[in-house]
């Protein structure tokens, strides 16, 4: 119950009656102090009225008072600051490392407040708070959805930011590395990543007006030339097609010249994969881009509209991959080009995060700002956890939204965070939950 005793705290939930310190003294919180989620007191730089003295410290927080002893709070001068401890319990006297005997509060938690927690604790339904959200005023759903976006942005920013880290500084690299994750389209995420770290792109660079080379070099690496990664019923017409062995000579040719060394090849998944979001297909599509020249940093940078951007990343499948989805694997002859949906899905999850963190790096906030806007024309992402939140009462008109609820989805709902989300905080203070429709 710790954590529900933080929230009473933080948010001043405490008895309609005046306080005291349990030696009896006039107590009144004048800042409950900001929380500390790393090690140390509970609380930093609280301010309290005890008596008629004004005290700006620390506070520690705990079920019962003889925690303090059980964690060998006593022995730490860290907590030598705290001027007040709260517990739900007050069971003994609580002394600091330099000898204080500190003044304590014993907090009580509303039975409502427990209750309603309880049920947010012990409900499987999702969204666990879902009997609230019609009555949420609109005002404070859209406060808490553009914190909840500017959340997950931040998060995808710091991405590449740790990407543009590992490449020493460089951004085409840092980019390529994320429009690369993104190929993946979620299932090959990680194995895209790992496949651009294998790319030599100063190196491929020489060869980029050969496109046989291009793809070559970007099969090669990912370990798709392996003859034991040709599904052994295509073997013969891979062998037949004469594409799979001039490809493979080419690469072998290149490898030994550049000294170049392949990804593992089972990294990649193909498991109730569709035959268009293969591995192969997806990398003569990043081939002919590369090829294509259109896709580089600089004229990413350069885009200010989803058309300019569309343009930019549009692309389809080399020519053999028109007509096959791995190698002597024929399919019928199209194009395979990238869908608006998929055009789009890049425009989020790689464009506006490179972009705020390319404006937040160099401290120009009209990239940051571009970012954002171009999440406004485009349609919502049509997945499962935006339709349930629409179901709930959740109006979802753009990406942002959609974003939104990914983010509340990933970072609250699934890890039980309903006292840090602010939607959590509207059912968490209804004083009686039975007066709430049931849907």
């Not at 080009?337 to 963190?357: C, D, F, K, Q």
Request: with cysteine.
């Amino acid at each position: 119950m710790e954590k529900l005793l933080y929230y009473i705290w933080k948010y001043k939930l405490f008895p309609l009656k005046p306080l005291q310190t349990t030696d009896g003294q006039k107590l009144e919180i004048i800042d409950p102090g900001l929380f500390n989620r790393d090690a140390g007191p509970d609380f930093f730089n609280a301010k309290v009225k005890i008596g008629d003295t004004v005290w700006v410290g620390n506070i520690e927080i705990h079920e019962k008072s003889s925690c303090w002893y059980t964690h060998g709070h006593q022995h730490d001068p860290h907590y030598n600051n705290v001027v007040l401890h709260v517990a739900e319990t007050a069971d003994r006297t609580v002394v600091t490392q330099d000898g204080k005997t500190l003044p304590q509060l014993e907090l009580k938690i509303p039975p409502y407040l427990q209750e309603n927690y309880q049920e947010l604790c012990r409900t499987t339904d999702y969204p666990r708070c879902h009997r609230i959200i019609p009555q949420i005023d609109r005002l404070t759903a859209h406060s808490w959805m553009n914190a909840l976006l500017y959340e997950r942005i931040a998060e995808r920013a710091q991405a590449v930011t740790n990407r543009l880290q590992a490449a020493q500084g460089d951004w085409e690299r840092a980019y390529f590395c994320t429009l690369a994750r993104n190929f993946g389209f979620g299932i090959n995420g990680d194995a895209f990543e790992e496949w651009a770290r294998h790319i030599p792109l100063q190196t491929v660079a020489h060869h980029r007006d050969d496109l046989f080379q291009v793809e070559a070099v970007f099969m090669g690496q990912a370990g798709l030339l392996d003859f034991d990664t040709v599904p052994k019923k295509y073997r013969d017409e891979a062998i037949d097609d004469n594409y799979y062995p001039r490809l493979k000579r080419e690469y072998d040719y290149l490898a030994h010249k550049f000294s170049l060394q392949p990804m593992q090849p089972a990294t990649w998944k193909f498991l109730r994969l569709r035959p268009q979001n293969f591995p192969h297909v997806r990398i003569s599509q990043l081939a002919q881009l590369y090829y294509n020249q259109t896709a580089g940093f600089s004229r990413l940078l350069e885009a200010q509209t989803i058309e300019d951007i569309h343009a930019l990343l549009a692309t389809h499948a080399t020519p053999y991959w028109e007509s096959h989805y791995t190698f002597g694997c024929p399919s019928l002859k199209n194009a395979k080009r990238l869908t608006p949906n998929s055009l789009n899905l890049l425009i989020i999850n790689t464009v506006v995060p490179v972009l705020y963190a390319y404006g937040q790096t160099h401290g120009n906030d009209s990239y940051c700002e571009r970012a954002l806007r171009l999440l406004e024309p485009i349609k919502a992402e049509n997945n499962y956890i935006v339709r349930q939140w629409a179901e709930c009462g959740i109006k979802v008109e753009c990406a942002a939204d959609s974003q939104a609820l990914i983010q509340l989805k990933k970072a609250y709902c699934d890890r039980n965070y309903c006292l840090h989300c602010r939607f959590g905080y509207e059912f968490l203070k209804q004083k009686t939950t039975s007066n709430i429709e049931q849907k």
